[in-house]
């Protein structure tokens, strides 16, 4: 059985039909991409996966609950952490709360304590800047701590929106880097982009969204050599 | 000089007071984003249940203080289920003028139960001799009655003495609870953004309820030490303390609580500087006009912040 199971999905903003009728799968271990336009519907599939979006029809199956019928809080103990887009971390916060408050449905200080090493061991710059607030970072530098944040629930899938926008491209190549090191040490990653190409080239299987349907699916090897991919979103 | 003493004492004891009141404002605001205006009403409430507790006979005065925080707190989680729960994406005019219903439903209960008349208040201090006294020409007294027929150049009263170390005693209390437990944390997250707080696993729905049980419980400590202060109570005891806790909390920058407690300190000595050295009459006027000027002078207040959102 697939980890993530989302099954004729649809959301409502008001009378607007943002998603309709969409169904995927999540494999335990895979890097799954969501590709498409802006406005086709990416965020809020994810948005409404960890329950910041009510659903109006549908379900979505994660460790055997339907995650359109469980409180938003819960969804993070469960093992689902979500870098949101636009990085969200608390700017008046130090970096140190900011990673603090992702452990925070955890209880075991030891191995909070564990955690946090390994994401200053993933992220150097995080623990040279512990102590200053998250608002005075670089954007590239935000990530890393939403991402880290991200970490330290300890989630078994991560999922990611635009993690490389507004970023120099050479912070995007780190930060795809990272990504595929957290899915190389167990961890399953729903990737949503913009940025198809750099989210093709490490994810194992993709889906293509044109306002709010699935249009494509398949292996991201073969979407990238697909012409009408190639002429949507690639650019070629 | 003495008396310069005295008003100033006595500001920084009513400013203490509004300061708590000010705490309550600034802490829901940061957290619901809405401007409570039934919190000035929690304090009404507050006095009267302690008041009616300490006319029972039995009730001894630690007890009545206890059941008026306690009935306060309750309150304010109620009104906030039942009337600022349901309107949580409503648009936030909505939510201020359901806070100013709320606040003549809770006045207006006051009056059927307790009538328009003022009625007075036992201060909690009661009989307990003042907690300074100076003679002239003598060493001071602490905690002791001066000799009948001595004349004092300045008295501090016990209950104005109690409301500043109360009101200190609270306000380091809430600032190490905010900034150094979970509960707190997760506090400061969810004013900041409740989406990102929802996505760390918080309950933001459990949070603000706990915000609104803190600032009512801040509100009847408030009301029992403004009631021991200025000993009268009526259902309108709560409309302006709460609206100058109001201005002090937007004095000191809304949504801070640092400037909540230095804007309510400095409200209340200007408001006794100025009853004292130009008129009685006209020291809310200054207090306003004060308020005024620092908003012209800093839109944010002393301590709020500018918003630099990022994206």
Redesign the interface.
């Known amino acids: 059985m697939a980890m993530l199971s989302i099954e004729n999905l649809e959301v409502y903003y008001g009378a607007i039909n943002a998603i309709k009728g969409i169904s995927f799968d999540v494999e335990q271990g895979e890097i799954i991409a969501l590709i498409g336009a802006n406005g086709a519907g990416k965020t809020t599939i994810l948005h409404t996966i960890t329950g910041l979006v009510g659903a109006k029809r549908g379900s979505i199956m994660f460790g055997g609950k339907d995650l359109t019928k469980t409180s938003a809080h819960k969804i993070v103990s469960m093992g689902m952490a979500h870098v949101p887009e636009g990085r969200r971390v608390f700017a008046q916060l130090t970096v140190y709360e900011n990673l603090m408050l992702g452990a925070y449905t955890r209880k075991d200080k030891a191995e909070i304590a564990e955690s946090l090493e390994t994401v200053f061991k993933r992220f150097p710059r995080l623990e040279e800047r512990r102590t200053q607030s998250a608002g005075t970072l670089s954007g590239g530098e935000q990530q890393m701590l939403a991402m880290g944040r991200a970490l330290m629930s300890k989630p078994s899938i991560i999922l990611m929106d635009e993690p490389s926008m507004g970023l120099s491209p050479l912070y995007v190549s780190e930060i795809f880097d990272i990504i595929q090191e957290i899915n190389k040490s167990g961890t399953t990653v729903l990737l949503v982009e913009q940025n198809a190409k750099k989210a093709l080239s490490i994810a194992n299987r993709a889906y293509v969204l044109e306002t709010g349907k699935i249009v494509l699916s398949g292996d991201a090897k073969d979407l990238m050599n697909d012409d009408s991919v190639k002429k949507a979103y690639l650019g070629e | 000089m003495m008396s310069f003493v005295s008003y100033l004492v006595n500001g920084i004891s009513l400013g203490s007071i509004y300061a708590l009141i000010a705490l309550g404002y600034t802490m829901v605001y940061g957290i619901a984003k809405m401007l409570n205006f039934a919190h000035g009403d929690i304090i009404m409430v507050g006095g009267f249940t302690v008041f009616t507790a300490m006319s029972t006979a039995w009730c001894p005065v630690w007890l009545s203080v206890v059941i008026g925080i306690v009935v306060c707190t309750v309150l304010g989680v109620v009104i906030e289920k039942v009337a600022y729960k349901p309107l949580r994406s409503a648009p936030p005019l909505a939510v201020l003028i359901t806070a100013i219903g709320v606040s003549y439903l809770l006045q207006n209960l006051a009056l059927l139960i307790f009538g328009s008349a003022a009625q007075n208040f036992t201060s909690i201090v009661a009989g307990m001799p003042p907690f300074l006294t100076v003679l002239d020409g003598q060493a001071p007294l602490f905690f002791a009655t001066a000799p009948s027929g001595s004349k004092a150049i300045l008295t501090i009263s016990m209950e104005t003495f109690l409301s500043i170390v109360v009101s200190l005693v609270i306000m380091i209390a809430l600032t190490l609870f905010i900034n150094k437990t979970?509960a707190g944390?997760?506090m400061?997250?969810v004013a900041?953004?409740k989406?990102?707080?929802?996505?760390?696993?918080?309950?933001?729905n459990g949070t603000i309820s706990l915000t609104f049980a803190i600032g009512s419980a801040l509100a009847a400590a408030a009301s029992v030490l403004m009631c021991s202060s200025y000993p009268q109570i009526s259902p309108y005891t709560g409309s302006m303390p709460g609206i100058k806790a109001f201005v002090a909390a937007v004095f000191g920058g809304i949504g801070s609580i640092p400037g909540a407690m230095i804007g309510g300190v400095l409200l209340g000595v200007i408001e006794q500087l100025s009853k004292a050295y130009i008129s009685s009459q006209l020291s809310d006027a200054i207090v306003f006009l004060v308020l005024i000027i620092v908003l012209v002078v800093r839109p944010t207040g002393i301590l709020g912040?500018k918003i630099?959102e990022?994206?």
């Open positions: 979970k944390k997760a400061l997250a900041e953004d989406g990102a707080a929802q996505l760390m696993g918080i309950n933001v912040k630099n990022k994206v």
